[in-house]
């Protein structure tokens, strides 16, 4: 291809350098020059820019594409592991409940619903399962999807902390310890 300068005809071309001002267009589809006779600048179509652009947007159009795949794929393979808990759950599975249960309480994968935590934490809880009674104590002690009652919650994380859970020894120590400074705020209330 030979270069021709459009102003004086001369052969003696350079490429030019590009300015802030040049459009985009000449800017992804063409060449700047200059010619060294008379200093002209003009600008020429390069056949080989259209084909890079078309390129990079190829492969921005595969990487969005393989992508949005992949993260489709991983959303259908979450729906799956939790719908499969939900069902597990649901014929009676104690871990399979407790497993709900903490998904529910913590909103992982669900909208978070306390109420529903606290029925699969109940369930649980009444086979046996120690973290089940845990938690659904703590429910009852806050008040967190059930209703209030500080009796039950000693009893079901009291049933816990027999049973070697930590967690569950440690806030029994707590709530024995609350009771006492109650009791003893009672009493010093009281006419002597």
């Known amino acids: 291809m ?4 459009p102003q004086c005809g001369s052969t003696q071309i350079r490429t030019a350098r590009l300015h802030a001002h040049d459009g985009v267009r000449h800017v992804l589809l063409h060449t700047p020059l200059r010619c060294r006779d008379c200093r002209h600048h003009f600008w020429t179509f390069n ?6 652009l078309l ?3 190829g492969v921005l159009v595969g990487i969005t594409a393989w992508l ?4 489709s794929e991983t959303v259908t393979t979450a ?3 939790n719908s499969l808990p939900h069902a597990r759950a649901a014929a009676g599975d104690a871990d399979a409940q407790l497993r709900l249960g903490l998904h529910y309480a913590e909103g992982d994968g669900v909208i978070q619903n306390d109420k529903e935590a606290a029925k699969w ?3 649980a809880a009444q086979q046996g399962k120690t973290d089940a009674q845990y938690h659904y104590g703590l429910a009852l002690l806050r008040g967190r999807g059930v209703v209030q009652d500080y009796r039950a919650a000693f009893s079901w994380i009291e049933k816990a902390a027999q ?11 707590e709530l024995y310890a609350s009771a ?3 009791l003893s705020v009672r009493a010093s209330c009281l006419p002597s």
Do not use: N
């Not at 030979?2 to 300068?5: A, E, P, T, V």
């Not at 949005?68 to 993260?71: D, H, R, S, T």
């Open 55 to 57: 390129l990079a947007v």
């Open 47 to 52: 056949p080989v820019k259209p084909v890079l």
């Open 79 to 81: 729906l799956s592991d």
């Open 163 to 173: 049973s070697g859970h930590a967690k569950a020894q440690f806030d029994l120590g």
């Open 121 to 123: 934490f109940e369930q």
């Open 180 to 182: 006492r400074r109650t």
């Open 68 to 71: 949005a795949l992949e993260q």
């Open 2 to 5: 030979s270069r021709i300068c």
